[in-house]
């Protein structure tokens, strides 16, 4: 599995993974700096992998909606040369 793919799986995870390390700090009267340290570097780059999986995500919903409004505008014009091709179609002299 490449690792770009690997990324893309794993957003949820890392999302999981912020949430413990929040539950972490929260639950500790007496924080180990060292530790903590530890963990806001993890953090840190849970965050910007989240971050760029998120910018990914959304560049493909917004492809996704030009695909559909490009569908819907091809839809509208086949519709209005059907009715286009009707009312020719009543204006034959018989």
Known sequence: ???EEIKKLNLTDDLK???EIVDWFESLENIDVEEGLE???EAAGLIK???KRLAEI???FKEIKKEIDINEDDDNDEE???EEGEEDAQNIPF
Do not use: I
Request: net charge positive; charged share 50%; glycine share 0%.
């Open 39 to 41: 963990k806001v570097k």
């Open 1 to 3: 599995m490449l690792k």
């Open 17 to 19: 993974r912020l949430s």
């Open 58 to 60: 959304e560049n493909e």
């Open 80 to 82: 209005e040369k059907l």
């Open 49 to 51: 992998n989240s971050k």
